[in-house]
């Protein structure tokens, strides 16, 4: 039945199924984030179309990680010097030499983790940055649907999707095609993607605190710029990584 109780009731077991096949690869993706973060790292995250939810939920928010960036095709713009009207292709995020200048405008140290999210994972810039990440020898966490990429043809040049590049591998259960409702007369409503990785990420950021805590450390944790102090708090922490974050709306 499609309705709002039909997705609650369709969408729990797409969670539950998540929390227990993505154990394991959740504990290796926060070991290596924690390992980045605690050299010094930064982590970056880049998802194209609505995959940026992702990113977003990664990256400069209240109870979140400090030493986060988010990349994105607006890079291009915002960051380079591409002209505005690039970003009214609704195909920029096949082209794979964009990823070669998300790179450089990140402007990435060595010892940065990178994690990138694509519900196919198979469109040339999600790729191409895939794998300039991993020969420039970053650690590279995807997230992907691992039905629906199994399911597609790569439009890499390559061949190759993104979990053929990653150190680790999280499966965002979402079904082939995103959507979760059958639609009577065929196709589906309602994706889940956003939400399976919206818990990706906070599943992420508690463990990768987790991992601080056990060394004795402090972690860099931001606090709600809408509470007394947390102007003066984020500042602080920030200005650790100065010149590496980009706070960009």
Request: charged letters at 20%; aromatic letters at 4%.
């Amino acid at each position: 039945m499609i309705s709002a109780q039909g997705y609650a009731d369709a969408v729990r077991p797409v969670l539950d199924r998540l929390l227990d096949s993505e154990a394991d690869g959740i504990t290796r993706a926060a070991d290596l984030i924690a390992d980045s973060l605690r050299a010094g790292g930064v982590l970056q995250a880049f998802g194209a179309g609505h995959s940026e939810a992702f990113a977003a939920e990664l990256v400069a928010r209240a109870g979140g990680l400090v030493p986060t960036n988010r990349l994105s095709v607006r890079d291009l713009v915002v960051h380079g010097d591409a002209p505005r009207d690039v970003l009214a292709d609704p195909k920029l995020e096949r082209d794979p030499s964009i990823a070669h200048q998300i790179y450089a405008l990140a402007a990435p140290q060595p010892r940065d983790v990178f994690v990138v999210a694509s519900q196919s994972g198979i469109n040339g810039s999600v790729v191409e940055l895939a794998a300039l990440v991993t020969e420039r020898g970053h650690p590279l966490i995807a997230v992907t649907s691992v039905e629906h990429t199994a399911r597609v043809a790569p439009r890499h040049p390559s061949g190759q999707r993104l979990a053929d590049l990653a150190d680790v591998v999280l499966d965002n259960g979402a079904p082939y095609g995103d959507a979760l409702l059958p639609l009577e007369g065929g196709g589906a409503v309602c994706a889940v993607s956003s939400v399976t990785t919206a818990l990706l990420a906070q599943l992420l950021t508690a463990e990768v605190v987790r991992r601080f805590h056990q060394a004795g450390e402090v972690p860099p944790i931001y606090l709600s710029a809408n509470v007394p102090g947390g102007d003066e708090h984020n500042i602080a922490l920030e200005s650790r990584y100065a010149g590496r974050l980009r706070r960009t709306a």
